[in-house]
């Protein structure tokens, strides 16, 4: 898809009629060219309608309230690429992050600290992975349950307070958060690098290939004599080590880690980006562009909603409506039924 | 040393293991295990954990959750996920005092309308997960995100009016507060419930559809079931469950807080899934689902009153989460086999040494060639005929393993036609003179062919015994019949533990599994009249009416049995020293019996009936086409007499014609034979028998 997208700029020329033209290019209705129109539709009519929308301030704002979940978003698509879900995200988010500043301010040292935190969401992963790899429990109910024990754990005494500040001693490494680089805020261009990390792992190394033919088809996978299962513990690791960034990233940002971040409607929004850009829940399937449209789009919808003044309540609703609109698109353009429906697939 | 064995194998019983892990409910007694362990580990460490006072309030509690555990559950069993239930908790809660508190409605009128609404939140995700095939998962988590921001919006309205009105409606409060028989009411209302959902899942059509469509949803589609109805259906009952718990809560607790239900879909998963409810579907009960409630409720209750922090009681229930799962997943995975190694329970058993078959022996049973110029009917268009019966008008029936049975028409019955189609194998066969043909068929019962060809049932179900765990009580290999003069049938049932095409593994064990049983024309009534015998294959009525003649196959001998008259009930062997595996019997023209032998006893097959051990051992490590088997391939025609003399022996040495017998029917001077691994009816000429003599019998008013 990724390789669409560039093929299908090169023709079109510069602007958003060619973004348009390319999209349109091959004639299909995948969701991806879906949603992209969807995007482009409402950012033209928001920025016609919505006085304020369209100006470099509220377009830089939208970019740094969404990098985060856009980078969650990056590592939640390696794991439902290869046909699962890690819900555990955001625990793996909250708790490693906040034991490095816990670590920092006691005075480990930046390099210790960082690495103390990296162990934890790394064992995080591959607990997860195991888990689903080898005990073939549901990645569904693995993640679910490692989600909350490590919630859990946060909670008995690793931390003083439930609030963690971010302490001076980690101010060598706020930048990932914080300030702006030609205006471009860091935590925006985090999200872009990780984007094109992720999307150069999945698409141009050995690796991201067989995270792809994890996803597409598990039996002809192993069958090929690619070790399946190290891979999808591997798949769950990259998760958790991207939950990690995303929650030093989001520490810096607003120089304190809330523990209490670990509730469930976050780790839906990170789904929704994923799906709604068209990564399919059935593997196999998207990359990183997915994220990127899927994020833009939910930014987008999001900060027209605040800009007009509508309560959270709404905008959650507004959100899971759009989510919900997503997933129909997505078994319309994926169908099942009883015959290729897989058994207990839910 | 051996007589211990021989004790050892008589008392110790081995077979009860395998066939209680086979019991599907002994997956029940796994979470059952687990809430006695928490109540066992909690009653230790508090005191006071199961008290008067505290039980009430629990049982409130626990009836609650169960209503929405039941609910989840019915979903998982169809296959699907619940994530709603939390906000639908919360909606239907705040409309139920919304109802109530501010609109001042009774208690029948709320309670109905919070049911409707219940039901009709429960169809949005049913129409969008059964209907139009969306992911239950992300369904349901959406619905969750847009209910619940539903729920904070009105309750944003209309919280402070639910605060701030008390209403005076008794029958309300008497939901909420409430006892009957000193017993909550919420309890009676839950265990009617439950009641009645279990009847519903194991004894109703819509129950079974219900389970179908989990266990196999594409089998269950292509049976013609309504799928997405059934689907769909599930999530309304999901949400009418929810509603019935926050009902009960609402007119319990009367708080419209913002919190209700957050994270309930979390508790009632959980609470499923270590009752031993699986994800994916077609596995799951309703004793499953009260005994995972009631794990969940005494877990989290005992771990609040041991003052154990948030953080870590959420780690236990994510640990007991995780161990749940995983005991489900490996359990569903290698039961089977844990089945296969434990079921096989062989016994002890030392034949006595068997008659000679040697040529010169001058033993009866010396082999020889009589059978070499056999006729040979039917050849290579027939399978499997077990047993042949001929009626008066002198056509040749027999059974095959396409499950009709074959008509050959007299006189050279080179003609054939499909008699009747029956489904099940045809084993042994009988004609009446009326013309109705009885037939023991193999995992169906006793059936008759009337002259019409209808197929009819005799009976399929015999008295089922005290204290057997299997359920013996269905017939799962009858294999011969023969009609006593006041037309009662007796029919031998070859084994109770194992299916027809398991008759090797059967011949491993030589326990007794078999058994005689008898129907009654008369008063429609079956029992079984003698039990533990050794795969029992053959019977026939001996001379005086009073009495029947029957081969067991593993043991190698022929008994006699006494139901009527002075010697009723006694059972006296006959032959016990064959030297080979005795089939049916039948009677021959000159008031003797035939016997078919099906295969002849090895050394090797009869050392390892003395080695028990060695069997289990081989049953265990060893695929079960590499087990030891009895010779099934040679055989012979004996005629005896009702002493237990060997009279006459007929072998086909060559094994060109008709090597394979399991039974033979005398005909005006002929002999017809068949045999279950055969292509074909044998038929040989008689010198000496009467050439009018016919093996039809009286049948009774059956």
């Not at chain 1, 369209?54 to 939208?62: D, I, R, Y």
């Not at chain 2, 499950?403 to 009446?432: S, W």
Request: glycine share 12%.
């Amino acid at each position: 898809m990724e390789q669409n997208t560039e093929k299908d700029g090169g023709h079109g020329g510069a602007g958003p009629m060619a973004m348009l033209s390319g999209v349109l290019g091959k004639g299909g209705f995948d969701q991806l060219r879906i949603v992209t129109l969807l995007f482009l539709a409402i950012f033209i009519l928001y920025s016609v309608v919505l006085p304020g929308f369209f100006s470099v301030g509220n377009l830089l704002t939208l970019m740094r309230t969404v990098s985060v979940l856009g980078i969650l978003g990056l590592g939640m698509a390696i794991v439902v690429i290869g046909r699962g879900i890690d819900l555990s995200m955001i625990a793996t988010l909250a708790v490693p992050s906040a034991l490095v500043l816990t670590l920092a301010a006691k005075g480990f040292g930046v390099v210790p600290a960082v690495g103390i935190g990296l162990m934890l969401a790394i064992s995080i992963g591959v607990l997860n992975g195991i888990l689903v790899a080898y005990a073939e429990i549901p990645s569904l109910f693995t993640t679910l349950a490692v989600g909350i024990g490590v919630a859990g754990i946060g909670q008995i005494g690793l931390f003083d307070y439930e609030i963690v500040s971010w302490p001076p001693a980690l101010d060598g490494i706020a930048w990932i958060g914080r300030g702006s680089f030609y205006g471009v805020p860091y935590s925006v261009l985090a999200f872009g690098v990780a984007a094109i990390v992720i999307g150069i792992f999945l698409r141009r190394t050995r690796y991201g290939m067989f995270v792809y033919a994890s996803g597409d088809n598990p039996g002809a996978t192993r069958l090929t004599g690619i070790p399946l299962r190290p891979v999808l513990v591997m798949q769950y690791v990259i998760s958790s080590c991207v939950a990690f960034f995303a929650g030093m990233v989001l520490a810096a940002s607003s120089a304190s880690m809330d523990t209490r971040i670990f509730n469930l409607t976050w780790i839906y929004d990170v789904i929704l980006v994923v799906v709604l850009g068209g990564i399919g829940l059935s593997g196999g399937r998207g990359g990183v562009a997915n994220v990127i449209i899927g994020t833009l789009l939910i930014g987008t919808i999001m900060n027209g909603l605040t800009i007009m003044n509508v309560s959270f309540e709404m905008q959650n609703l507004v959100r899971g409506l759009v989510l919900l609109v997503a997933v129909l698109a997505d078994s319309i353009i994926n169908p099942r039924n009883e015959e290729t429906a897989q058994q207990g697939d839910i | 040393m051996n007589t211990l064995v021989k004790l050892r194998y008589r008392f110790w019983p081995d077979k009860i293991f395998g066939e209680l892990l086979q019991k599907p409910w002994m997956e029940t007694a796994v979470p059952l295990l687990v809430l006695l362990l928490v109540i066992a580990f909690f009653s230790a460490r508090i005191d006071n954990f199961i008290s008067i006072t505290n039980l009430n309030d629990t049982l409130r509690q626990a009836c609650e959750l169960g209503f929405v555990v039941l609910g989840m559950s019915i979903v998982l069993i169809v296959g699907g996920i619940d994530l709603s239930v939390g906000s639908i908790y919360a909606l239907c809660n705040l409309l139920a005092l919304y109802c109530v508190n501010v609109l001042g409605l009774g208690m029948i009128s709320a309670v109905a309308i919070t049911l409707v609404a219940g039901a009709a939140l429960g169809a949005v995700n049913g129409i969008l997960v059964g209907y139009l095939r969306m992911r239950a998962f992300l369904t349901t988590m959406v619905t969750l995100i847009v209910y619940k921001a539903a729920h904070d919006m009105l309750n944003a309205e209309v919280g402070v009016a639910i605060s701030s009105n008390f209403p005076d409606a008794p029958a309300w409060d008497y939901l909420g507060f409430g006892t009957f028989l000193s017993l909550p009411v919420v309890l009676w209302v839950f265990a009617v419930v439950a009641v009645a959902g279990h009847v519903f899942l194991t004894r109703l059509r819509a129950g079974w559809h219900v389970m179908a469509i989990g266990g196999n949803r594409r089998s269950a589609y292509n049976t013609g079931l309504p799928v997405k109805r059934v689907v769909a259906l599930s999530y309304v009952a999901s949400g009418v469950f929810t509603a019935t718990a926050a009902i009960f809560f609402a007119s319990r607790l009367a708080s419209p807080g913002a919190d209700t239900g957050k994270g309930l879909e979390i508790v009632v998963l959980t609470a499923a899934i270590l009752g031993g409810i699986r994800l994916g579907g077609g596995k799951g009960s309703v004793m499953k689902a009260v005994l995972g409630t009631l794990i969940i409720l005494l877990l989290t209750n005992g771990m609040l009153r041991m003052a154990m922090s948030a953080g870590m009681s959420r780690v236990i229930l994510a640990t007991i989460l995780l161990l749940a799962a995983l005991l489900d997943i490996r359990w569903f995975k290698n039961r089977h086999k844990a089945v296969q190694e434990l079921y096989v329970s062989p016994g002890y058993m030392e034949l006595p040494p068997p008659q000679s078959t040697a040529p010169e022996s001058g033993s009866p049973f010396a082999l020889n060639d009589k059978l070499r110029h056999v006729d040979t009917i039917g050849l290579g268009e027939i399978e499997s005929p077990e047993d042949v019966a001929l009626d008066a008008d002198d056509n040749l029936y027999c059974g095959n393993r396409h499950g009709d049975i074959v008509r050959f028409f007299a006189p050279d019955y080179t003609r054939q036609e499909v008699y009747a189609h029956i489904g099940g194998q045809p084993l042994g066969i009988v004609m009446t003179k009326q013309g109705t043909l009885f037939v023991c068929v193999g995992g169906m019962g006793l059936y008759k062919v009337n002259p019409d060809r209808s197929v009819e049932k005799v009976t399929d179900e015999t008295n089922r015994s005290l204290l057997s765990i299997i359920d013996d009580s269905r017939l799962r290999l009858a294999d011969d019949l023969d009609i006593a003069p006041d037309g009662r049938i007796f029919f031998s049932e070859a084994t109770v533990r194992y299916e027809m095409h398991e008759w090797p593994t059967d011949s491993l064990e030589a326990r007794g599994n078999g058994r005689i049983i008898c129907y009654d024309p008369r008063n429609g009534k079956t029992h079984t009249c003698l039990r533990n015998l050794i795969f029992p294959n053959g019977i026939v009525m001996a001379s005086d009416g009073q009495s029947i003649l029957f081969a067991e196959s593993w043991a190698c001998r022929i008994s006699r049995y006494w139901f009527d008259g002075p010697k009723a009930g006694t059972v006296e062997p006959v032959i016990e020293n064959l030297p080979g595996y005795p089939d049916n019997l039948n009677r021959a023209s000159d008031g003797n019996y035939w016997l078919a032998i099906m295969g002849v006893r090895n050394p090797i097959f009869d050392l390892a009936m003395r080695k028990p051990g060695f069997r289990r051992r081989m049953s265990k490590k060893l695929p079960g086409d590499e087990w030891l088997a009895p010779n099934l391939n040679t055989g012979c025609i004996a005629k005896i007499s009702e002493s237990g003399e060997v009279l006459d022996v007929m072998w086909d040495l060559g094994g060109e014609n008709h090597p394979m017998i399991t039974s033979m029917r005398e005909h005006k001077g002929q002999l017809f034979i068949g045999g279950i691994h055969n292509n074909r009816i044998g038929r040989l000429k008689l010198d000496d028998a009467d050439p009018e003599f016919v093996d039809l019998k009286e049948a009774g008013n059956a």
